[in-house]
């Protein structure tokens, strides 16, 4: 089992920044890929961002250019990085491990970009 607690997002101005954070613990050595989802209300949960343990990573056009995600493999974090945000990218925002056969999802945090 992976237990992993979300922190970070909150109330954001329009071309402003954000930083979420995503700690681990528990049977982290199976993990693969970590990842940042995000569902926007009454939509579907899609894949923000994600990255390997070597570092490898992968963005969803929308967001490329304006977010960064980032490890820390000696704290077991992952982070997603967010400048110029949008309204669009208003969501509740989750973070997601990946072994060969699990998934495990974090509590999710909000993020809402609004004047």
């Known amino acids: 089992q992976v237990q992993l607690v979300e922190s970070g997002g909150g109330l954001v101005w329009p071309g402003g920044s954000a930083r979420l954070s995503c700690a681990a613990s528990g049977s982290i050595f199976s993990i693969m890929v970590m990842g940042w989802y995000r569902q926007a209300p009454r939509g579907q949960r899609d894949m923000v961002a994600t990255i390997t343990w070597s570092g490898a990573t992968n963005y969803t056009e929308s967001v490329k250019g304006r977010f960064t995600i980032s490890r820390d493999n000696r704290n077991n974090t992952v982070y997603l990085q967010m400048n110029s945000l949008k309204p669009e990218d208003t969501a509740v925002y989750y973070c997601?491990?990946?072994?060969?056969?699990?998934?495990?999802w974090g509590q999710g945090t909000q993020v809402t970009v609004s004047s």
């Open positions: 997601c491990f990946s072994s060969l056969a699990d998934h495990y």
